[in-house]
């Protein structure tokens, strides 16, 4: 019987199987897989897909355990066990506009983002009424086209904010790589699952 794992592809994957050397696992295997989306391992089988998916193959059983980042936990909340943050991938999600010196703000601000649930609940709690405007590919052209008066996105660095004219005017929430994991698989394999999440994060910081 094998742990299965899915992992977030691109720099989450990347960051994850560099961490995962650290601890002494043999990552060989994965490092020239070329466009394969499942590996096996002496020990495990990991598969490649998009952090949303990756939640909902966790969730369904499909995976024993998640690599992904908060912000898919945050957006979506799928019913998945949320084992520990992990030392990688950390990030914030962050208000950002273009920067008006003298201008009034508008009374109901129009907000783009990929991440709707997010940004509602944010805004609720700062008792502000907003129009939001969901989109998938790059928000930062919003506010730029007239689209959106401000965005909600991940941001790292602010490089591509900085670059297109925008600041941060609000963090709203520091996030980073989780550890997640299918709640029966937590007790059908807790024999071969425990010792992976203990050489993952120390036994104290399990929660």
Same mark, same amino acid.
């Given at each position: 019987?094998?742990?299965?794992i899915? *992992? ?5 994957e ?8 650290? *601890?002494?696992?043999?990552? /060989? ?26 939640a ?29 943050p ?8 962050s ?10 703000r ?5 907000i ?5 649930n ?12 907003v /129009? ?11 506010p730029? *086209?007239?689209?959106a ?8 660095t602010?490089?591509?904010l900085?670059?297109n004219?925008l ?14 994991a299918?709640?029966?698989?937590l007790?059908?394999k807790?024999?071969?699952?425990t ?13």
């Open positions: 019987m094998k742990i299965c899915a *992992l977030t592809k691109g720099r989450l990347e960051q994850f199987l560099n961490y995962f050397r650290t *601890l002494s696992y043999n990552i /060989d295997p994965l490092v020239n897989k070329g466009r394969k989306l499942s590996v096996e391992t002496e020990n495990f089988q990991f598969i490649f897909a998009k952090g949303v998916d990756v909902t193959y966790v969730e369904h059983g499909i995976a024993d355990i998640g690599i992904i980042g908060e912000d898919i936990l945050l957006e979506y909340q799928p019913d998945v066990y949320n084992l520990l992990l030392p990688f991938g950390k990030c914030r999600f208000l950002a506009e273009q920067e008006k010196k003298g201008v009034k508008k009374q109901k601000r129009t783009a983002t990929k991440y709707p997010v940004t509602t609940d944010f805004f609720r709690k700062k008792g502000e009424s /129009d939001i405007v969901k989109l998938e590919g790059s928000v930062e052209l919003a730029l *086209l007239g689209l008066d401000a965005i909600v996105d991940i941001v790292e602010g490089t591509t900085r670059e004219g600041i941060v005017t609000e963090d709203i929430h520091w996030i980073s790589a989780r550890c997640i299918n709640r029966s698989s007790k059908i807790r024999e071969l699952i010792p992976l999440i203990e050489a993952i994060v120390p036994k104290e910081e399990i929660r």
